[in-house]
């Protein structure tokens, strides 16, 4: 069975860094694309970032790009998201998820499997 643990969320001041880690377990996640999503309170779930099976490939949302990093260590199959300049908008529940494909995408609808989500509040 596939899982998803994210880990790395908390509180942060605007202007700090978080770096998030998604470790998974039960599949050869690294012939797959993952990406992170993240949902706000009172929001829709959002794409954040994605990154194909071998790391090459990288593709983010206008709203974090320049600012958030994703990468994977397909050794320890973990997937990263590093996230600098953090924001208050940026406070949302934060989910790895497994895509269905080795190419990345933007689509929810195509990933299959999903992490709980870790919280990450920026305030000051």
């Known amino acids: 069975q596939v899982q998803l643990v994210e880990s790395g969320g908390g509180l942060v001041q605007p202007g700090g860094s978080l770096r998030l880690s998604c470790a998974a377990s039960g599949c050869t996640c690294s012939d797959y694309a993952m990406g992170w999503f993240r949902q706000g309170s009172g929001k829709e779930r959002e794409f954040v970032a994605v990154?194909?099976?071998?790391?090459?490939?990288?593709y983010y949302a206008d709203s974090v790009k320049g600012r958030f990093t994703i990468s994977r260590d397909n050794a320890k199959n973990t997937v990263y998201l590093q996230m600098n300049s953090l924001k208050p908008e940026d406070t949302a529940v934060y989910y790895c998820?497994?895509?269905?494909?080795?190419?990345?995408?933007?689509?929810?609808?195509?990933?299959?499997?999903w992490g709980q989500g870790t919280q990450v509040t920026v305030s000051s």
């Open positions: 998820a497994k895509a269905h494909y080795s190419f990345t995408s933007r689509d929810p609808g195509t990933y299959d499997y």
């Open positions: 990154i194909n099976w071998s790391g090459s490939t990288t």
